[in-house]
C-alpha cells in the first residue's frame, strides 16, 4: 500500500460511528474522502458539513477516480458497491487495516479489553483536552459536553484497539491499557473461523491475539488486576503495570466513598499516596476505567493533581449509563451494555445509584452473541427486580438456533414469579413499562440495539 501520496478513499458504511470517525481523520491527513451509506444520518450529514461526499444508497454509483475502498465487517462481501469495486480491481480494505495504520504512524495510546474500552479511552482524551495536550481520538461512543467521537489534535493518539474482530494485534502502540480479556467476539470473523461455537476455544484464541497485542507495545502497559483472566494471562509480560484494588498493584484505588452519580477513592502510586479521586460515574468498573486513564496521563507526564481534576469535570459518554430523563417518579437510565460482563457492571452502578427496585429492560444483541454467551446473561442479570426481554435485535444476521423462548423459560425460572416480562417490542416495551413501573425506580435499558431509543421515547412521554 502506497501512503506517500494523497488518494481518493471511499468508505462504505461512511454514517457509522467509527466510519465517520475514520473519514475525518483521513481527510486531515490531507486524502480526498467520500463515502456512502444506506440511509441518511445525522452523521452523513455532519460529514457533508464538513466537505466529504456522501451517496445514499447501497446502488448508488462508486466515483469513477477512486484509488481504494475502505469497508468494515458491517458490509457483506455480497453488498453492490463490494461488487463493483472488486470488478474495477481497486483496493479494499478492512477499516481495521486502516486505522492501525494511522495509528501506527502517530505512535498512539491503544485501549484494548472486551469492556470499558470506550469509557476509558473517552476519559482518558478528555484529561488530554482539559490539560492542553490537543489530542487525537477515534472513540467507540460520543463524549457528553463534546458532541463528537472524533478529536483531531495534534497530540497523543487515542485509539481503542478491537479484539471482536481479531484486528487488535495490528497496532503497534507505545502505551496500552487491557482492561478484561473475554470470550465476547464476533465468531463470524476470520479470526475467529475455526472456533465455531466452542468457548474454551475462542477464549483460547482471544488470548493469543492479547498476548501477541501485548508483545506489539513498546513502553507501558497497563493492566487491570481487578479482572481475573486478564491478570493471570498478562502480568509476568514485559512493561506491565498493574492496576486495581489490591496492595501489590502498582496505581491502586481505595474506595472511600460511593454515591449516587459517583466514587470517591484515595490513590495509591508504587503504594505511595498520591491523593484523592473523585470519579463522576458510578460502579466499581468505573473506578478500574478511571485508574487506568490516570495511569497512562501519568506516564505522559501530567501531575496527578491536574489530572484528578479533570477527572472529576469529566460528562460520560452517551449510553454508557447515561440519564436521560424521568418519569412516573422513576429515573431513566441507557446503557450500551450487551455482554454479560457489561451487564453485570451496569446493574451493579444502577444498584449504587437507586434505593428503590432495577427495573431492566434487555434486549439481547446478535444472535451469534447469544448462541455462544446466553446462559452467561442469566446470572448477569441477577441484579435487576424487574426485567423485561425483548426479542433479538439481529444486526443483519440471520437466526442460527438460538431460542429465545427457551432463554425465556430460563429467566423465568430462577427469578421471583412476576418479575419477568416477555416484551418483544416497542409497544410492549412501552405499555409494561406503564404497568410495572413505580415511583423510585430506576429504568435502564441494557443492549446496542434499538431498546435505548425506546425507553427515551417512553421517558418522554407526559404521565
Known amino acids: 500500500m502506497n501512503n506517500s501520496r ?132 477515534m472513540l467507540g461512543g460520543r463524549a457528553v459536553g463534546y458532541g463528537t467521537n472524533t478529536f483531531l489534535g495534534d497530540g ?10 481479531g484486528s487488535l494485534n495490528a497496532y503497534r502502540p507505545v502505551h496500552a491499557v487491557v482492561t478484561s480479556i473475554d470470550d465476547d467476539v464476533n465468531v463470524t470473523a476470520e479470526a475467529y473461523a475455526e472456533c465455531g461455537y466452542r468457548r474454551e476455544r475462542v477464549q483460547e484464541t482471544v488470548d493469543r491475539l492479547f498476548l501477541e497485542f ?28 498493574s492496576y486495581g484494588v489490591d496492595g501489590g498493584c502498582f496505581l491502586r484505588a481505595d474506595t472511600l466513598e460511593r454515591g449516587a452519580f459517583h466514587s470517591t477513592a484515595q490513590i495509591y502510586l508504587r503504594r505511595k499516596s498520591i491523593g484523592r479521586l473523585r470519579v463522576p460515574m458510578p460502579g466499581h468498573h468505573n473506578v478500574m476505567n478511571s485508574l487506568a486513564a490516570v495511569g497512562i496521563a501519568l506516564d505522559l507526564g501530567l501531575r496527578f493533581a491536574d489530572i484528578a481534576h479533570a477527572v472529576a469535570m469529566f460528562r460520560g459518554v452517551e449510553r454508557r449509563f447515561e440519564k436521560i430523563g424521568e418519569r412516573k417518579g422513576a429515573l431513566c437510565i441507557d446503557d450500551y451494555a450487551h455482554n454479560p460482563q457489561k451487564v453485570a457492571a451496569a446493574l451493579q452502578a444502577a444498584l449504587q445509584t437507586c434505593r428503590g427496585r432495577v427495573v431492566a429492560v434487555f434486549q439481547p444483541h446478535r444472535y451469534t452473541r447469544m448462541r455462544l454467551l446466553g446462559d452467561s446473561f442469566l446470572p448477569a442479570l441477577d441484579g435487576a427486580d424487574e426485567i423485561l426481554l425483548t426479542d433479538v435485535y439481529s444486526s443483519g444476521e440471520e437466526p442460527n438456533g438460538f431460542d429465545i423462548a427457551r432463554f425465556l423459560d430460563k429467566l423465568v425460572e430462577r427469578s421471583p414469579r412476576g418479575s419477568i416480562h416477555w416484551t418483544p417490542g416497542l409497544a410492549e416495551v412501552h405499555q409494561t413499562l406503564d404497568r410495572v413501573v413505580k415511583p423510585g425506580d430506576l429504568v435502564i435499558s441494557l443492549g446496542a440495539g434499538s431498546c435505548g431509543a425506546w425507553l427515551r421515547e417512553w421517558a418522554a412521554t407526559p404521565d
Not at 466510519?19 to 463515502?35: I, N
Request: aromatic share 2%; charged share 25%.
Open 156 to 165: 497523543p493518539f487515542v485509539a481503542e484497539a478491537d479484539e471482536s474482530d
Open 214 to 241: 501485548v508483545d506489539h507495545t513498546e513502553k507501558s502497559l497497563w493492566v487491570c488486576h481487578d479482572h481475573a483472566r486478564a491478570s493471570a494471562l498478562l502480568a509476568g509480560r514485559r512493561g506491565v503495570k
Open 6 to 137: 494523497r488518494l481518493w478513499i471511499h468508505l462504505l458504511g461512511i454514517g457509522g460511528t467509527g466510519m465517520s470517525s475514520l473519514a475525518l481523520h483521513l481527510q486531515k491527513e490531507g486524502h480526498k474522502v467520500s463515502g456512502s451509506d444506506r440511509v441518511a444520518s445525522a452523521n452523513t450529514e455532519m460529514l457533508q458539513q464538513r466537505g466529504i461526499s456522501v451517496f445514499i444508497g447501497d446502488d448508488s454509483p462508486l466515483p469513477e477516480r477512486l484509488e481504494r475502498v475502505v469497508t468494515s465487517s458491517a458490509i457483506a462481501d455480497d453488498h453492490p458497491q463490494m461488487v463493483v469495486a472488486r470488478a474495477r480491481g481497486l483496493e479494499v480494505v478492512h477499516r481495521s487495516e486502516e486505522l492501525s495504520r494511522l495509528f501506527n504512524a502517530r505512535r498512539g495510546i491503544a485501549v484494548a479489553g472486551t469492556h470499558g474500552k470506550t469509557t476509558t479511552s473517552t476519559l482518558l482524551t478528555h484529561i488530554l483536552m482539559a490539560l492542553g495536550e490537543a489530542p487525537s481520538a
